[in-house]
């Protein structure tokens, strides 16, 4: 399972960037695909996924409203927009996919536990 994140960078306080990851067509058709961001001396914190079917989505709280998980089917990549972006936003952000088969198709995985194949990560720095 390859996952190939793009699209971070350095940005100004309510900026935005758009994140891309792009997989496989079997790794986007049969695995929920979400985000999941580090920042430095913490632990990986969920942001936003995409159930395996991908009628589903959610988002962590403190992104509600700013970020906005899409998928193009044809090219088999999922996005991150990311709006009004704030520092406490700086991370590493992961593209991730959770293999396990043994999750409804409507499950949203929510921790980064939960994902069992990580892509390389891509750096958000926003400064104030």
């Known amino acids: 399972v390859q996952l190939q994140a793009f699209g971070g960078g350095l940005v100004r306080a309510g900026d935005s960037l758009r994140l891309s990851c792009t997989t496989s067509?079997?790794?986007?058709?049969?695995?929920?695909l979400g985000w999941i961001r580090q920042a430095p001396g913490k632990e990986r914190e969920f942001v936003a996924a995409f159930s395996r079917s991908g009628r589903s989505a959610d988002y962590a709280a403190n992104v509600k409203g700013r970020f906005t998980i899409s998928r193009d089917n044809a090219a088999t990549t999922i996005y991150l927009q990311m709006n009004d972006l704030k520092p406490e936003d700086t991370a590493v952000y992961f593209c991730a996919a959770d293999g396990r088969g043994y999750t409804s198709n409507f499950y949203i995985p929510r921790r980064a536990n939960e994902y069992t194949h990580w892509g390389q990560g891509t750096q958000v720095t926003v400064s104030s």
């Open positions: 067509e079997r790794t986007f058709n049969n695995y929920a």
